[in-house]
């Protein structure tokens, strides 16, 4: 899982199957949010999950937040060879409307 | 359509030179932000900026300097470029969330520099 002190994590899957990702984080925060990016690009916003909200969908996406044990996941069910990419967790624990990244968790979707 | 676009996609420049990395948003955003990134390290922000002439160092800000003279415009500049800088740069904006909420950020494509 990725928290900022972690070195990313990898995951290789074969197209079809389910990637699921992790993210914790240490002190309280107003939102959690997961980006994508692809190989030598800027990163995509995927979802925004709000501290009083426990799931989230968003097509093939579905993330859920546990703010008692401080951590997330990110589920991608069905995955496609476009889903490769790197998948960061941000939070907005400093409160000023910066974001918090983690490392990012590396994905590869084998076709 | 959210857009963010960034002066250059790939950028070689000499030990010592002044080098200036531009980014526009047409989103009206008010906050923007510049992260390097480098490989083990993720995303570490530099500057960012919630309004015009305003700006607030990040995690590393050493070596670096920004200029908002126009709401959709925020430069980083790196007054004599060392080995150290090259990285890959990532511009983003926001709107302002108030208070403690920080919105999504809409990123630009980046620029890889390489300081030789």
């Known amino acids: 899982s990725q928290q900022g002190e972690e070195d990313p994590q990898a995951l290789s899957i074969q197209e079809g199957e389910n990637a699921t990702m992790n993210c914790s984080y240490k002190?309280?925060?107003?939102?959690l949010q997961w980006y994508r990016q692809n190989s030598g690009r800027g990163l995509v916003h995927l979802i925004l999950i709000r501290s009083n909200e426990r799931e989230k969908h968003s097509g093939r996406l579905r993330v859920t937040l546990d703010t008692s044990k401080k951590s997330s996941s990110l589920l991608i069910t069905a995955s496609r060879a476009a889903d490769t990419a790197s998948y960061f967790c941000?939070?907005?624990?400093?409160?000023?409307?910066?974001?918090?990244f983690g490392k990012g968790n590396q994905v590869v979707v084998i076709p | 359509d959210v857009k963010v676009t960034q002066s250059s996609r790939y950028l070689v420049k000499r030990t010592g030179e002044k080098v200036f990395l531009e980014c526009v948003q047409d989103?009206?955003?008010?906050?923007m932000f510049w992260y390097r990134q480098d490989p083990g390290l993720g995303l570490r922000l530099i500057y960012f900026?919630?309004?015009?002439?305003m700006k607030e160092k990040g995690d590393i800000p050493e070596g670096y300097s920004v200029s908002r003279e126009k709401k959709e415009r925020f430069s980083l500049i790196l007054e004599s470029a060392s080995t150290n800088q090259t990285s890959m740069y990532l511009c983003?904006?926001?709107?302002w969330g108030g208070g403690r909420r920080a919105d999504t950020q809409y990123f630009g494509p980046g620029t890889r520099l390489t300081v030789l």
């Open positions: 002190t309280s925060i107003n939102n």
């Open positions: 983003a904006s926001s709107l």
């Open positions: 900026s919630y309004d015009v002439k």
């Open positions: 941000a939070t907005d624990r400093y409160g000023n409307n910066r974001l918090a």
């Open positions: 989103m009206d955003h008010e906050n």
